[in-house]
C-alpha cells in the first residue's frame, strides 16, 4: 500500500471539534483516488498529512504510513528527505508555488540541487534535466521556457511547470489538491490527459482532491466523500456516481450542474457546513439531511460496510435505497432527476 491513512484524529487548541475525526484512507501505486467534499471539510488537511504538515499546536491520533513508513513521528533531515523524494503535492494556484522575479528555470533546478550545494557541472546537468522535465510534461520549446519568468507564462503553462517540479524528484505519491479547478475547460482536460499519462509511465500513486464529484467519478478509480472532517463514504467512482448512499453524496449530486441528459433543476443543501467552534455530539450532518431522526444527534459516525463494496458512514444506511435524489422533488417523477451512466468531465463552476 501506497499510502495507508490508519483512524487520523487531528485535534486544534480551542477547538469544539476535531479537525480530522478517524479518517481513514488508502492509495495503492498506480492508483487515483478521489477525495471530495465541501470547503472546510477536510480534504487539503488530509493530504498534508501525507507530507507531514500540520497547523502549528495540533494534536494527532492515529498513523499516516507511506510506502510503508509512518510520516507523524518523522522529524529534520528524514522528513525533508521524505518530502523530497516520497511524495509530492501539486496545488491549485500555480502562481503561489513560483517566485515571480525568478526564472522558473531556477525553480526547478532548486528541486534537483538545493541552494548552495553542487558544483557548477552538477548545476548545469540538473539544467538538462529540468529541460526534459518541461518537455515530459508537454511544454513546447523547454530550452526558452526555462530562462523565462512567472509572468510570461499562462496558467495552464505554469500548471505544467509545477507538475514537473513535482516529478524532479521521482516521487511515488502524488498529491493534486484542485490542481485543475483555476484553469478554463480546455486547459483542464490537458492537465488532466498528462496527469494520466504520467501516472502511467512512472506508476504514480494519485491523491485527487476536487470540489468536483462528477469530475472524480470520471478520473478516479475510487471515491471517497469527506465532511466536516470525517469519511462519510468511499466507493468505487463509478458505482459511487450511480448508486450513492450517504445522503450527503446525493446532496452533492443533486447540487452540482451537469452536461448532457435529462434537464434538472438544481438543488442546495440547505444550511451550512459545520464550523470548528460547532460542537456535535452524534452525525455531524444531522442538521442538513432530510433523513435524520432525532437517534442521529447521538449516533457516532462510523463507516459501515456495504454489501455491493465500500463503507457508508450512516446509520439508516439499511433503510434507504441506493441512489436517487436526497428527497422527492415538489413536482415530477424519479426519473426526471435520473442520472446519466457515464459522467462528463466538465470545468467546476
Known amino acids: 500500500m501506497l499510502l495507508d491513512i490508519e483512524n487520523l484524529t487531528v485535534h486544534l487548541p480551542g477547538a469544539a471539534r476535531p479537525l480530522l475525526a478517524e479518517v481513514s484512507l488508502q492509495v495503492r501505486t498506480g492508483e487515483v483516488v478521489g477525495l471530495v467534499g465541501e470547503s472546510g471539510s477536510g480534504k487539503s ?59 522558473v528555470g531556477d525553480f526547478l533546478v532548486e528541486r534537483l540541487v538545493r541552494p548552495g550545494e553542487g558544483s557548477g557541472r552538477e548545476r548545469r546537468r540538473a ?34 511547470v509545477v507538475i514537473a517540479g513535482a516529478l524532479a524528484a521521482e516521487p511515488r505519491l502524488l498529491l493534486a489538491d484542485e490542481a485543475t479547478s483555476a484553469l478554463d475547460v480546455t486547459t483542464q482536460a490537458e492537465i488532466l490527459a498528462l496527469l494520466r499519462r504520467l501516472r502511467e509511465q512512472r506508476e504514480l500513486g494519485m491523491l485527487f ?61 440547505p444550511g451550512r457546513p459545520p464550523s470548528l467552534a460547532d460542537a456535535f455530539p452524534g452525525c455531524p450532518f444531522t442538521a442538513r439531511c432530510p433523513h435524520s431522526e432525532p437517534t442521529c444527534e447521538t449516533w457516532t459516525p462510523e463507516p459501515l460496510p456495504l454489501a455491493d463494496a465500500g463503507t457508508a458512514a450512516c446509520r439508516r444506511i439499511g433503510e434507504l435505497p441506493p441512489g436517487g435524489p436526497l428527497d422527492k422533488p415538489a413536482t415530477g417523477t424519479t426519473e426526471d432527476h435520473a442520472q446519466p451512466s457515464e459522467p462528463a468531465v466538465r470545468s467546476t463552476p
Open 45 to 103: 488537511t488530509t493530504a498534508k498529512a501525507a507530507l507531514g504538515i500540520l497547523p502549528d499546536g495540533a494534536r494527532t491520533e492515529g498513523r499516516v504510513l507511506v510506502d510503508g513508513a509512518d510520516v507523524l513521528p518523522m522529524t529534520g533531515t528524514r522528513l525533508r528527505e521524505h518530502r523530497a523524494r516520497t511524495v509530492a503535492m501539486v496545488h491549485q494556484d500555480p502562481r503561489s508555488a513560483l517566485n515571480p522575479v525568478r526564472r
Open 127 to 160: 539544467l538538462g534535466t529540468a529541460i526534459g522535465l518541461l518537455d515530459a510534461v508537454g511544454l513546447p520549446d523547454p530550452e526558452r521556457r526555462v530562462r523565462q519568468r512567472p509572468h510570461e507564462m499562462s496558467g495552464g503553462m505554469l500548471q505544467r
Open 209 to 269: 482532491i476536487t470540489h468536483d464529484l462528477h469530475l472524480a467519478a470520471a478520473y478516479c478509480d475510487r471515491v471517497y466523500v469527506m465532511y466536516a472532517g470525517r469519511v462519510v463514504e468511499e466507493q468505487q467512482a463509478q458505482r459511487l456516481f450511480a448508486h450513492a448512499r450517504h445522503p450527503y453524496t446525493r446532496g452533492l449530486l443533486d447540487c452540482s450542474p451537469e452536461l448532457g441528459g435529462t434537464p434538472r433543476a438544481i438543488r442546495p443543501i
